[in-house]
């Protein structure tokens, strides 16, 4: 009888490396995937979530703008998207001075133009029989509050101010509060309730400033800027790139208002076409007109 002796000493240095070669690929085939699929999820959410918020904002029945109308002193022009979570209004200068609108239930008239100093006045909350008033919150989507300047999502992250969430508004034509309180931004006051995407960054309203449609700044109404208006996610990379009170990706302002930086300004980098390269990977959504280059009347698919 033959006795057959085999080697039972393992696998082959080779057979391993070749084993782990194809392991580390397939590994690497669903790590890729996984990632994609997730990427592509949350820039689902985040269409979805740019909706609900327009509709929040316009809505006929229900919505703020809705509510807001006909209560004196109210103007679209300076609103932020915690005006959607807590019965706050605009901010501006009192007669006594600073006020304090960090806290809710309280409203400051608009003061954009120059008209005057703004008074405070307790918030109108919502009136059963006038249909007018304050009514929220508007949204139920997922909110944390709205970063300092210094604040990061990691430590190893740019910071807030870093990422375009405190553009640089000095010497625009908006708000005295604003440009005296560096502590806050333009987007929302440090604290307070906001709107987060599904990278853990606020969403944004950006009402272009006077200087993005007109050297005359005084002539520009209110409702012209209102009209450009968009709520915007910063996407991804988590840095605000889309232009308003700037030309740049953290939107730091410029004085030369150039056509080309006046369009790019109100059209959220929209400039020749269709060509939105100047937004990176942010998510826009116009809230009351197409998102569409006037020059050229091309809609973006």
């Known amino acids: 009888m033959t006795r057959r002796f085999y080697n039972r000493g393992g696998f082959t240095l080779v057979e391993l490396v070749a084993v782990i070669a194809?392991?580390?690929i397939i590994a690497f085939i669903a790590f890729t995937k996984t990632s994609r699929f997730i990427a592509s999820s949350r820039r689902i959410?985040?269409?979805a979530d740019l909706k609900t918020i327009r509709e929040a904002l316009i809505a006929e029945d229900g919505g703020y703008l809705a509510d807001m109308r006909g209560i004196a002193g109210f103007s679209p022009s300076e609103l932020r998207l915690a005006n959607l979570?807590?019965?706050t209004n605009l901010y501006g200068l009192a007669d006594s001075g600073k006020i304090d609108e960090f806290t809710t239930g309280s409203r400051v008239d608009d003061t954009w133009l120059g008209k005057g100093v703004a008074r405070p006045e307790e918030f109108v909350s919502w009136n059963q029989t006038s249909s007018r008033g304050w009514r929220g919150p508007y949204v139920k989507i997922t909110t944390g509050v709205f970063p300092r300047r210094e604040d990061k999502l990691e430590p190893y992250d740019l910071s807030a101010e870093d990422r375009g969430f405190y553009p640089q508004i000095d010497n625009l034509y908006l708000s005295d509060y604003l440009r005296a309180h560096r502590e806050i931004s333009v987007y929302g006051f440090p604290g307070e309730p906001a709107i987060i995407d599904p990278w853990g960054n606020p969403y944004i309203l950006q009402i272009p400033p006077p200087q993005a449609f007109s050297n005359e700044t005084r002539k520009v109404s209110p409702e012209i800027r209102w009209r450009y208006a968009r709520i915007v996610s910063a996407g991804e990379n988590g840095i605000l790139e889309t232009p308003c009170f700037g030309?740049?990706?953290t939107n730091?302002?410029?004085s030369a208002w150039t056509e080309r930086t006046r369009r790019m300004s109100r059209?959220?980098?929209l400039v020749d076409g269709d060509d939105f390269s100047a937004r990176g990977d942010d998510l826009?959504?116009?809230i009351s007109r197409n998102d569409i280059d006037e020059g050229e009347g091309v809609a973006r698919e």
């Open 85 to 87: 979570l807590i019965a």
């Open 252 to 254: 730091a302002y410029s």
């Open 284 to 286: 826009v959504l116009f």
């Open 22 to 24: 194809v392991i580390a």
């Open 45 to 47: 959410a985040a269409e």
């Open 267 to 269: 059209q959220a980098g």
């Open 247 to 249: 030309v740049n990706s």
